[in-house]
């Protein structure tokens, strides 16, 4: 456990080295949800129901969306401009604790990066704290999906434009064939079929159910499958790496 | 009991062999210099030993453990030093210390005070908190040395431990390799430095193209090479009949001048120099000053691999 521990420690150490990491990950929440937000929720009236909160959770989730990707980031900088792995797998921690505890500090700093914006969102919606912890909870779920796909890329891509490609498609699949700007009725036939089948749909779609009082296990229960899936391909893609 | 045993170890990438069936044993506490040009193997043997690489053939036994069937209790053994800095650079001196020196089990009082100390010792001091990456090459280096004498390991392996430093702090760094085996640790110091070698290792193996071609002491490898000692003596004058003189001594291989320099190639040097000296001197070859050259430890290298140290 203590191997574990100083595994996420370092990851933390890494990723909040800039003391101004968490305030600047939280401001482009902020604008995000102040500036789209605000401003599409205006223009988009004839919903039923408010817009700028229809979208809010999913500001928070691309902000998670950019925290858990870093998980890829730190290897592939690892393996192929640092050329630190060897030296990582020289040190007596055993390679399966190394790689799970990577994809596991993946997802707390994604929460700890989102805890701020999901505080936001629970005021907006109302949540009581017991939401708000199911809110975060949900967080560290779809966190787990993306670490494990970007830990996956970073295994396999052996230059940057590559990584950067799969990063940026990524994120376009995840916003964009999903419900997080808008209603699967309003979607075309062929994008809301596909966007059923999208972490950001289930996660933010959760979200939405909580507003309403809910904690829709049909929604957790296909995304905490797909996060664990991707997870294990991220933990396997990462091992075969360490294997010389 | 060795503390390191190679047993036959070959390691290939795809179908090319870096390693080609090595066997040797290195002492408990001993300094061993592992010699070889750039892409001679060390680094693979060295890896295959850290239970980075899986030997493709062989076996390493360290402090008994099988390299391949107890990887983490050998891995608790090491420390290494790598040639070129491996860390985070976004990261300050202290922070990597202080997480090489937690991951690799040090108790955290002890972590501070030894922390405290190489840090003082390279002059690090007040640089400890800066990010890595605005260091220049020679602190890089030496935060890379100073993870192993944090972490004082059974084993440390250091590859390259003086490149990229000036000349007072591989005087430092030698010292305190010294002191890390003083206090029980065995040392395996990779280097392409010839004098680092000599001064520092109890024996050297010497690597070329993956294998192992030698291993010895350096004064007994340099002995090996009989008839090898050359003696320059500067006269006043070149004297071309003194070269006939000189070969009627048994032990002279060649002589012959180069302007007013006699070049004499002999074994014995050191014993015959004397000797030399009165022969010429009885002939009428009037000495300005005399230089021996022995076999050097480049020499060696040279000799049984055929290659120089590049």
Known sequence: ?244 | MAMIQFKDVAKSFKDVYAVKGVTCDIEDQEIFGLLGPNGAGKTTLIMTMATVYNPTRGEVVVDGHSASAEPDKVKSLIGISFQDPKYDRILSAREILQWHGKVTGVEKGVREKRIDDVLTKFGLAGEAKKRTWMLSGGTKKKIENAKVFVQRPKIAVFDEPTAYLDVPSRLMVWDMIDELRDGGTTVVLATNMMDEADRMSDRVGIMSRGEMVQVGEPARLKGTLKGRDVIEMKLEAPFPELVGEVKHVEEVKEAHFEGDLLKIALSNGRELLPHMINLVTAKGGKVQSVNLKEPSLEDVFLHYTGTTLT
């Not at chain 1, 909160?53 to 969306?65: F, K, M, S, V």
């Not at chain 1, 994809?103 to 017991?130: K, N």
């Not at chain 1, 779809?142 to 498609?169: D, K, P």
């Open chain 1, 1 to 244: 456990m203590s191997k574990a521990s100083a595994v996420m420690e370092r990851d933390f150490r890494i990723f909040f080295a800039d003391k101004y990491m968490l305030m600047i990950m939280f401001a482009n929440f902020m604008i995000d949800l102040g500036v789209s937000g605000l401003s599409l929720g205006a223009m988009i009236r004839n919903l039923g129901f408010s817009y700028f909160l229809y979208i809010a959770p999913g500001a928070n989730l691309i902000t998670a969306t950019v925290a858990s990707f870093q998980s890829g980031r730190d290897v592939w900088r690892e393996r192929v401009i640092q050329d630190t792995q060897q030296y990582l797998l020289t040190l007596p921690v055993r390679k399966n604790v190394f790689a799970l505890s990577r994809l596991f500090s993946g997802m707390l700093r994604t929460v700890l990066t989102v805890l701020p914006g999901t505080v936001v969102i629970a005021v907006l919606y109302g949540l009581s704290f017991q939401y708000f912890l199911v809110g975060l909870g949900i967080m560290f779920i779809y966190s787990g999906a993306v670490a494990g796909l970007s830990v996956a890329a970073a295994s396999l891509a052996n230059s940057l434009e590559l990584f950067a490609t799969v990063r940026s498609t990524v994120q376009v699949y995840l916003s964009f064939f999903s419900t997080q700007f808008y209603p699967s009725s309003i979607l075309p036939p062929e994008v809301a079929a596909v966007s059923a089948f999208n972490p950001m749909t289930w996660a933010v779609q959760s979200f939405r159910a909580l507003q309403a009082g809910t904690v829709d296990l049909a929604l957790l229960a296909p995304l905490g499958g797909l996060s664990a899936a991707l997870l294990a391909v991220g933990f396997l893609m990462y091992r075969r790496t360490m294997n010389y």
